[in-house]
């Protein structure tokens, strides 16, 4: 018997995920001082829908477990397929995000200030959907998904309006994604 064929039916080995570390040095981010990080946050994320709960102390108190940092142009920030673990909050700048297929690449949007990309792998482990790649140079908040274990632990009224927010725009997504797709069925 070859033992070194695959066994039929067998799951395959898992992949580890690709953590902010290894994308940080491959994409060559450089810090952002925690302080301007914050700014840009509170600036773009106050005033939304959950504002009265979501307030500048709240998001300094979130900022606690972000990394900020500035990316150049034409960085891949996060890549199709691969496994991931952390999300990423566009502070400043532009990323396109496109899906690969084998008939025909898809351009599926750009993601501007204030706009969250990668938590579909971080809040369901599940392997990246899209290409993300910087279209100008940005400044991005990230959060790695043990950090948002530990926010869950330490501030879970915070992690729930972080969580709430999240599927708030999931939804959002969801909407627009299923209004493109009956448009494309003749169904609208």
């Given at each position: 018997m070859d033992?070194?064929?695959p066994v039929?039916?067998?799951m ?5 995920p690709?953590?902010w570390?290894h994308?940080?040095r491959a ?6 001082p925690?302080a301007?990080?914050?700014?840009r946050l ?11 709960a979501?307030d500048?102390?709240a998001?300094t ?13 034409g ?6 397929d691969e496994?991931?673990d952390?999300?990423?909050?566009v ?8 899906r690969?297929?084998?008939a025909?690449p898809a ?5 501007r200030?204030?706009?969250?990309i990668?938590e579909?792998a971080v ?11 910087t279209r ?12 948002l274990?530990?926010?869950?632990n330490?501030?879970p009224r915070l992690?729930?309006?972080l969580?709430?927010g999240?599927?708030?725009?999931l ?5 627009h994604?299923?209004t493109?797709?009956?448009a494309l069925l003749?169904?609208?």
């Amino acid at each position: 018997m070859d033992r070194s064929a695959p066994v039929v039916g067998a799951m395959p080995a898992a992949v580890a995920p690709m953590t902010w570390a290894h994308r940080a040095r491959a994409v060559g981010a450089r810090p952002m001082p925690p302080a301007d990080g914050v700014a840009r946050l509170v600036a773009l994320w106050s005033g939304g829908r959950l504002a009265p709960a979501v307030d500048a102390a709240a998001l300094t108190r979130l900022a606690d477990h972000l990394d900020f940092v500035h990316v150049d142009a034409g960085r891949a920030l996060i890549v199709q397929d691969e496994p991931g673990d952390f999300l990423l909050v566009v502070l400043d700048g532009s990323v396109g995000i496109d899906r690969a297929a084998a008939a025909d690449p898809a351009h599926l949007g750009e993601a501007r200030p204030g706009d969250v990309i990668g938590e579909m792998a971080v809040l369901d482990a599940g392997p990246r959907v899209s290409t993300c790649v910087t279209r100008t140079p940005c400044a991005l908040a990230v959060l790695e998904a043990a950090a948002l274990q530990r926010l869950m632990n330490d501030e879970p009224r915070l992690a729930l309006l972080l969580l709430a927010g999240l599927a708030r725009r999931l939804s959002l997504r969801l909407r627009h994604a299923s209004t493109r797709l009956a448009a494309l069925l003749g169904d609208g």
